[in-house]
């Protein structure tokens, strides 16, 4: 097959688009950052200046200080971190093993259980809450036995949990499975014909080809579960000092009016996510030099 006249000509497909007339370059460039500008660089900097408009002093207060206010804030932060990092262990272990099952097996189901996985995503986080409502909750399905084994689940820490567990479920599986699906099966069945048990297999062979699609699910996972609002929403019962996240504790200030403690709790919130963007692109650049490196490896000893 002959190449087309157009890529043959140009040398590919991006000398094409580099000869695309400038203003078509540059309308695009100002367009995209225009867009980035409006709806994330700014509200970004808005949020740390209205954090900061009253002093360090006031910004310190509504964090650190001995009020009521910064002592339920203080609880708040506590929560979300630990909230998060219970649901992240937990989809971890739920995702490496949905993903196992569905890259390596096929079985009845399996096109259902990965439209079951994706399922948070296109379900609101407000019915979601309501659903475990309808489950854990005192007229729900499992309220009467809850109720008689003395267990909270709703307006409690467990509640906070699996509305976080539900909302971030996919980000793991749905980063391993393609992973897993393009890597193959080779190197684990070479290992098994060796003699190596489950967890030689996992730890030696499989987690090491992983690796860095796992730490791409956790970080999008933990920054997802850090900023859930709507489904914690509906089951914590929104109970300052208890049950309150950050998210939630952002729109209770706000609501009161406090907007230096609000946009203070926010830019907690932002920076947490600001280091996550960071550790995003650090395993991004990684990722990239390591399959450089893969290729240039593969090309060494293809030419000899």
Request: proline residues 4%; contains cysteine.
């Amino acid at each position: 097959m002959q190449p087309s006249k157009s890529l043959a000509y140009t040398g590919g497909r991006g000398s094409a688009a580099r000869n695309d007339p400038w203003w078509v370059r540059y309308a695009l460039i100002a367009l995209a950052l225009g867009v980035v500008g409006v709806l994330i660089v700014v509200p970004v900097v808005h949020v740390f200046y209205q954090a900061l408009s009253d002093g360090w002093h006031t910004y310190a207060d509504n964090l650190f200080g001995s009020s009521q206010q910064a002592r339920d804030t203080r609880h708040a932060i506590l929560l979300t971190l630990i909230v998060a990092p219970v649901a992240v262990v937990a989809n971890t272990v739920f995702g490496v093993a949905a993903a196992w099952a569905i890259a390596r097996f096929r079985f009845p189901g399996r096109t259902f259980l990965t439209a079951l996985i994706d399922l948070p995503f296109s379900v609101s986080p407000v019915v979601a809450g309501l659903m475990l409502l309808l489950i854990f909750g005192l007229q729900g399905y499992l309220g009467a036995w809850l109720r008689e084994h003395d267990i909270k689940v709703v307006f409690a820490l467990p509640g906070l949990i699996l509305a976080t567990m539900f909302v971030t479920l996919p980000f793991v599986a749905r980063e391993l499975i393609p992973v897993m699906e393009a890597i193959g099966d080779e190197e684990e069945v070479a290992a098994v014909s060796l003699g190596a048990n489950a967890w030689q297999l996992f730890r030696m062979v499989t987690l090491p080809n992983i690796r860095w699609g796992l730490l791409y699910g956790l970080i999008l996972c933990n920054a997802r579960a850090m900023g859930e609002f709507g489904a914690v929403y509906v089951v914590s019962g929104h109970i300052a000092g208890r049950t309150d996240t950050m998210p939630l504790r952002v729109e209770k200030l706000f609501q009161e009016y406090n907007n230096p403690g609000s946009f203070a709790v926010a830019s907690v919130l932002t920076l947490l996510a600001l280091v996550t963007l960071v550790i995003k692109l650090g395993l991004e650049r990684q990722t990239r030099r390591e399959l450089a490196e893969s290729a240039s490896l593969k090309g060494i000893e293809s030419e000899a």
